[in-house]
């Protein structure tokens, strides 16, 4: 019974470049959640998502940043046109339902040269 | 109204004592508290978790502590371990399917 698997583990990208940051949820979890980690901070919340909806994406910057949890498939945080700022773990998590029982991944560590 | 302050930022026990960390929120819709642990290079797993229905919860050396009217919630460890060295994380949320929000964790070290 995997748990929430996130690839790649770590990913480089240089300034200008797009990040494609990919979670499959636990199996017979439908609910996925992208939260963001920076250094000494705590974890942000960016977006909340069910099969082929968005249902929050109220931590989500208005511009560069998208995510999408398709029928097939896994969900995917994209990231256009990176920043040194942006160099972050990026965690997904799921959860059966909406009570916010959430089982998190190991993370995407991204770095921005 | 929607943060949800934690202290200590670190916290140095020794082997054997008692590691507390205090939680606080603002929004009074929050019912469900959740504490996670994390280690380096890892991704966040719940510890235990309390809805305001009830003032304690106890699962084996950890212990919430939840407070409605201050509107504050601790963990306790009792007899701290080397390997409860971690960051821990508090969280809150409402049943309303609301996202998770954490706070900015505690650095915990047992000394041997």
């Known amino acids: 019974n995997a748990g929430v698997m996130q690839n790649p583990r770590h990913l480089v990208r240089r300034r200008g470049q797009e990040a494609r940051l990919r979670c499959s949820p636990m199996?017979?979890?439908?609910?996925v959640y992208w939260y963001r980690q920076l250094p000494e901070e705590g974890l942000k919340f960016m977006v909340y998502?069910?099969?082929?909806?968005?249902?929050?994406e109220s931590g989500m910057p208005k511009e560069r940043f998208s995510a999408e949890f398709p029928k097939e498939g896994p969900s995917i945080l994209r990231i256009q046109q990176v920043v040194r700022g942006d160099s972050a773990a990026y965690f997904c998590?799921?959860?059966?339902?909406?009570?916010?029982?959430?089982?998190f991944g190991a993370g995407s560590r991204l770095t921005v040269l | 109204q929607q943060q949800v302050k934690q202290s200590p930022q670190s916290l140095i026990v020794q082997k054997g004592g008692i590691s507390i960390i205090n939680c606080a929120y603002e929004?009074?819709?929050?019912?469900?508290f959740p504490w996670y642990q994390q280690f380096p290079g890892k991704g966040p797993a719940l510890l235990i978790a309390i809805r305001p229905d009830v003032s304690e919860k106890k699962e084996g050396r950890f212990t919430i502590s939840f407070n409605k009217s201050a509107k504050q919630f601790s963990l306790h460890i009792m007899d701290s371990q080397p390997g409860d060295s971690a960051t821990y994380f508090c969280a809150a949320s409402n049943q309303a399917g609301t996202a998770l929000i954490f706070g900015k964790g505690t650095t915990l070290s047992v000394s041997s």
């Open positions: 998590a799921s959860s059966r339902d909406s009570t916010n029982v959430l089982t």
């Open positions: 998502l069910q099969k082929e909806n968005i249902i929050d």
């Open positions: 199996k017979g979890h439908s609910h």
């Open positions: 929004n009074t819709a929050f019912d469900y």
